[in-house]
Nanobody, 117 residues
Framework: QVQLVESGGGLVQAGGSLRLSCAAS????????MGWFRQAPGKDREFVAA????????TYADSVKGRFTISRDNAKNTMVLQMNSLKPEDTAVYYC??????????WGQGTQVTVSS
């Protein structure tokens, strides 16, 4: 099992920045990929960004490219999502996820991000 705990959400004005962190524990060696997803009220959960275990490959949703940066520190078992130039449409609950072979088996509880206009 892998346990994931997100932190860093909050309320920010449009154009501002937030930094989300995900702390992983347990069998982290079994996961080759970690990512962030988000779910806005009344909408399906959507992919935001992902990173491979080595950190050598990252993927972003078109809606966040150039504004969000995903990174990880394997020594500390943490993953970070740096979010800049935030927009009201970025408002959502953000979830940390981990897994392997393009499947995300483990999920955090989520952290709320609210961007005011």
């Amino acid at each position: 099992q892998v346990q994931l705990v997100e932190s860093g959400g909050g309320l920010v004005q449009a154009g501002g920045s937030l930094r989300l962190s995900c702390a992983a524990s347990g069998r982290t060696w079994s996961t080759s990929r970690m990512g962030w997803f988000r779910q806005a009220p009344g909408k399906d959960r959507e992919f935001v960004a992902a990173i491979t275990r080595s950190g050598g490959s990252t993927t972003y949703a078109d809606s966040v490219k150039g504004r969000f940066t995903i990174s990880r520190d394997n020594a500390k078992n943490t993953m970070v999502l740096q979010m800049n130039s935030l927009k009201p449409e970025d408002t959502a609950v953000y979830y940390c996820a981990a897994g392997a072979n393009n499947m995300y088996n483990y999920w955090g509880q989520g952290t709320q991000v609210t961007v005011s206009s």
